[in-house]
Structure formats: structure tokens, C-alpha cells
T-cell receptor
Framework: AQSVAQPEDQVNVAEGNPLTVKCTYS??????LFWYVQYPNRGLQFLLK??????LVKGSYGFEAEFNKSQTSFHLKKPSALVSDSALYFC??????????????FGQGTTLQVKP | EPEVTQTPSHQVTQMGQEVILRCVPI?????FYWYRQILGQKVEFLVS????????KSEIFDDQFSVERPDGSNFTLKIRSTKLEDSAMYFC??????????????FGAGSRLTVL
């Protein structure tokens, strides 16, 4: 069964500092990994994905994430945080095996708070 | 940019009443999903739908729930007899077909259901 863990309920960082939001996953086949962001009273917005290839993937708004197969991790990073990055971030995984429905399994979410 | 549209944005209903939540997926997408998010909790998979039938459903998706695509445009989630614990934000999502799993789920803004 697929699962995703986001060990931190909240991450606090000062504006201009680097940020990391952690994610580990478990999946039986090859993992397809995603990050989504949710602003208050809004839907989920896609940030970036890892399917294959380079372990470091770049996405929207300056975010990037690094796929680490040995540690089964897919941490979200940004070199310099902005106050406007404050939101709820979800990591998600999909089993890339054939025949699956493409459903994503989400982690519990991490609230990122960027203080001026 | 194409969007997934959900209506209503907020519905208040009495326990035991039937509720229909509507979604208009992106026009060239053929996989459809419903997720729900109870306040402050993770985003949970309910059901996936492809080729006019349910392709996968979770334990949450019991006999009280049903989905249909009545006219080739709308994708609806029906809750036959609502319970207090059905109060949540319900998200519709869609994605393109394709042999690869790279296709991203695009989410709507959600429908907030409050059961009194």
C-alpha cells in the first residue's frame, strides 16, 4: 500500500532564509512524487513532480525538490523564502506501475509559516 | 489556463438529506477523481472514474456515495443521506489519459459541505 509521511505539522522560517519541508514515502513500485500547495479557502495547486530522470526537480515559484531513493524521501526546498509562501503544503505519491488508476495518496500536510 | 470548476462552493444541509456536488473537469481529461478534506486533516481519496465507470474507490466511499457523468461534461458526487461526519471540503480532480503516469491531477477549488 502507498503512504506518505510529512513529519512536521508546521515549519517556521524567516523571510529570505532557505526552507525545507520534509516528505518520505512508501510505494511498492516506482514512485511518482508530487508537491501541492493549498492557500486558505483554496484548492490544491500543483507545484512540481518527480517521475524519472534528474533527482532534483524544479517547479513553480522557485520551489525545488530532491528525490532520494535510498532514503525514500522527496523534500521540498526553496533557497530564499517569501512571506507569500506561507501556506499548507502536501506531498503526494502515486504507484507508477501499470494498470493503476492514477490516484494520489497525500501526506497529512505541513503548514509553512514565513515571518518577515 | 484550463480549470476544474466545482459548484456549489458551499452547501449547508440537514442530516439525512441528499446532496449533489458538481464538477466540470477540463475538457480533454478523461480520468476523474473525488477527494475530501475534513477540516484540519489530510486530503483523502474517495473514488476514481474512467470510461463511465468507477475504477477504484476507498473504504470511505460506501453505499451512501455515488458518482456519475450524466452528460459528458459534468461529473457529480451524490451523498444519499448525509451524516454529520460528512462535513468536509470535497475536491474534484481530473487528468489526461496517457500511457505514462506523468499526468498531473488538476484540482478544483472545492465544495464545502456543512451537515447540521
Amino acid at each position: 500500500a502507498q503512504s506518505v509521511a510529512q513529519p512536521e505539522d508546521q515549519v517556521n522560517v524567516a523571510e529570505g532564509n532557505p526552507l525545507t519541508v520534509k516528505c518520505t514515502y512508501s510505494v511498492s513500485g516506482n514512485p511518482y512524487l508530487f508537491w501541492y500547495v493549498q492557500y486558505p479557502n483554496r484548492g490544491l495547486q500543483f507545484l512540481l513532480k518527480y517521475i524519472t530522470g534528474d533527482n532534483l526537480v524544479k517547479g513553480s515559484y522557485g520551489f525545488e525538490a530532491e528525490f532520494n531513493k535510498s532514503q525514500t524521501s522527496f523534500h521540498l526546498k526553496k533557497p530564499s523564502a517569501l512571506v507569500s509562501d506561507s501556506a499548507l503544503y502536501f506531498c503526494a505519491v502515486r504507484d507508477g506501475g501499470s494498470g493503476n488508476t492514477g490516484k494520489l495518496i497525500f501526506g497529512q500536510g505541513t503548514t509553512l509559516q514565513v515571518k518577515p | 489556463e484550463p480549470e476544474v470548476t466545482q459548484t456549489p462552493s458551499h452547501q449547508v444541509t440537514q442530516m439525512g438529506q441528499e446532496v449533489i456536488l458538481r464538477c466540470v473537469p477540463i475538457s480533454n481529461h478523461l480520468y476523474f477523481y473525488w477527494y475530501r478534506q475534513i477540516l484540519g486533516q489530510k486530503v483523502e481519496f474517495l473514488v476514481s472514474f474512467y470510461n463511465n465507470e468507477i475504477s477504484e474507490k476507498s473504504e470511505i466511499f460506501d453505499d451512501q456515495f455515488s458518482v456519475e457523468r450524466p452528460d459528458g461534461s459534468n461529473f457529480t458526487l451524490k451523498i444519499r443521506s448525509t451524516k454529520l461526519e460528512d462535513s468536509a471540503m470535497y475536491f474534484c480532480a481530473s487528468r489526461r489519459t496517457g500511457s505514462s503516469g506523468a499526468n498531473v491531477l488538476t484540482f478544483g477549488a472545492g465544495s464545502r459541505l456543512t451537515v447540521l
